[in-house]
C-alpha cells in the first residue's frame, strides 16, 4: 500500500485524497457506504493514492496543462478541480458550487470538459455559470429572493450571467 498521508477523513461518512504537485491537484472521494464500511473505503482510497501516482508519476503530471491555482479567482463557495474520468480514461475539469438545501451540503458541478479539449471560453463560461449559481444561492439566503437551481439545467446552451 501506500503512504496514506494524502488521506483525510473531512466527515464521519468518508475519506478525501488529494494529490497536489506542478500546481495540479487530484481529489478523489470514497464514501463509507459506498464501499462498504470504513475499513474498506480506506483501502480504497490507500489503492486510489498507489494507483493514481504509478499511472501519472512525475512525468505524466509535467504533461497536463499547468494550471494557475484558480480557487483564488473564485468567488467564495466556488472550486475548480482537475479530476481523472475513468469512463473515458482522461482528466478533466469542472467548476463545482457549494450550497445548502434543508440542512444537506449540495454541490452543482459545471463540467468543462478534457483537459486536452478544452478552451479558455469553455472554462471561463463554467466558472461564470457556477459563480452565478452561487451567488443566486447567496441572494436566496440574505433577502429571500427565489432560488432555482433547475434553471441551470441547460447552461452550457444559456448564458446565464452578466
Not at 66 to 87: H, M, Q
Not at 93 to 106: G, N, P, S
Amino acid at each position: 500500500m501506500s503512504n496514506p498521508t494524502h488521506i483525510t477523513e473531512p466527515s464521519k461518512w468518508g475519506y478525501q485524497v488529494r494529490i497536489a504537485r506542478n500546481k495540479i491537484t487530484i481529489n478523489g472521494y470514497f464514501s463509507h457506504r459506498e464501499w462498504g464500511g470504513k475499513r474498506k473505503s480506506k483501502k480504497a482510497a490507500k489503492n486510489w493514492v498507489a494507483q493514481t501516482k504509478t499511472v501519472l508519476g512525475d512525468t505524466k503530471l509535467s504533461k497536463l496543462p499547468c494550471f494557475p491555482n484558480k480557487k483564488t479567482d473564485c468567488e467564495r463557495g466556488v472550486t475548480r478541480a482537475l479530476c481523472y474520468d475513468k469512463r473515458r480514461d482522461c482528466w478533466t475539469v469542472e467548476y463545482q458550487a457549494f450550497w445548502i438545501l434543508d440542512k444537506r451540503k449540495r454541490t452543482r458541478k459545471f463540467w468543462v470538459g478534457r483537459v486536452d479539449n478544452i478552451t479558455d471560453a469553455d472554462e471561463r463560461h463554467a466558472k461564470h455559470t457556477a459563480e452565478k449559481f452561487r451567488h443566486e444561492y447567496e441572494q436566496w439566503i440574505d433577502y429571500g429572493t427565489p432560488f432555482n437551481p433547475e434553471r441551470f439545467k441547460n447552461w452550457k446552451e444559456e448564458t446565464l450571467y452578466d
